[in-house]
């Protein structure tokens, strides 16, 4: 009996509870390790705590308590072998990235996006298999998105 191969863990940080279960499902559905915090004392401490290896980080620039650039700097620290991967929705926040040579994604971006450029950082470009068969709708900010009234749009994929 073969043994099923190991799974990358992805320690994912986002204070929008929605983005962050759209984010979690999108990767688990990439058949990834997902694990999840709402907010960078909450990362830290999952980072800190988690026996296993934590291969990537994703999470947003901007947060309340903790920016996603000292989050990554912190869990460095913690787990030196960790991917950072910075999301945000402000291009010009692409540039305060690049000085910490650290990955990038724009939101709203692409679920088959996103599962690309994880995979690529993983195993290196050209090694993502089947990447074309995932949902391709994109995923968007929630707090951008808003329905007649003013209400918030319960419709994430587009």
């Given at each position: 009996?073969?043994?099923?191969?190991i799974?990358?863990?992805?320690?994912?940080?986002?204070?929008?509870?929605?983005?962050?279960?759209?984010?979690?499902?999108?990767?688990?559905?990439?058949?990834?390790?997902?694990?999840?915090?709402?907010?960078?004392?909450?990362?830290?401490?999952?980072?800190?705590?988690?026996?296993?290896?934590?291969?990537?980080?994703l999470?947003?620039?901007?947060?309340?308590?903790?920016?996603?650039?000292?989050?990554?700097?912190?869990?460095?620290v913690?787990?030196?072998?960790?991917?950072?991967?910075?999301?945000?929705?402000?291009?010009?926040?692409?540039?305060?990235?690049?000085?910490?040579?650290?990955?990038?994604?724009?939101?709203?971006?692409?679920?088959?996006?996103?599962?690309?450029?994880?995979?690529?950082?993983?195993?290196?470009?050209?090694?993502?298999?089947?990447?074309?068969?995932?949902?391709?709708?994109?995923?968007?900010?929630?707090?951008?998105?808003?329905?007649?009234?003013?209400?918030?749009?319960?419709?994430?994929?587009?």
């Open positions: 009996m073969s043994k099923a191969p799974k990358e863990t992805i320690l994912v940080v986002d204070e929008v509870d929605r983005m962050l279960t759209i984010i979690v499902d999108i990767l688990k559905s990439g058949a990834f390790n997902v694990l999840q915090a709402d907010d960078g004392a909450s990362a830290v401490k999952l980072a800190n705590s988690y026996p296993g290896k934590i291969d990537l980080l999470c947003g620039v901007q947060m309340r308590e903790m920016t996603g650039p000292a989050l990554g700097a912190t869990i460095r913690l787990r030196q072998d960790i991917h950072v991967v910075l999301m945000s929705r402000l291009a010009g926040e692409s540039l305060l990235i690049l000085g910490y040579g650290w990955d990038y994604i724009e939101k709203p971006f692409l679920s088959a996006k996103l599962l690309e450029i994880v995979g690529e950082i993983l195993h290196g470009p050209n090694k993502v298999q089947n990447a074309s068969r995932y949902d391709t709708r994109q995923v968007t900010v929630p707090e951008r998105r808003m329905a007649a009234g003013g209400r918030p749009d319960s419709e994430w994929w587009l």
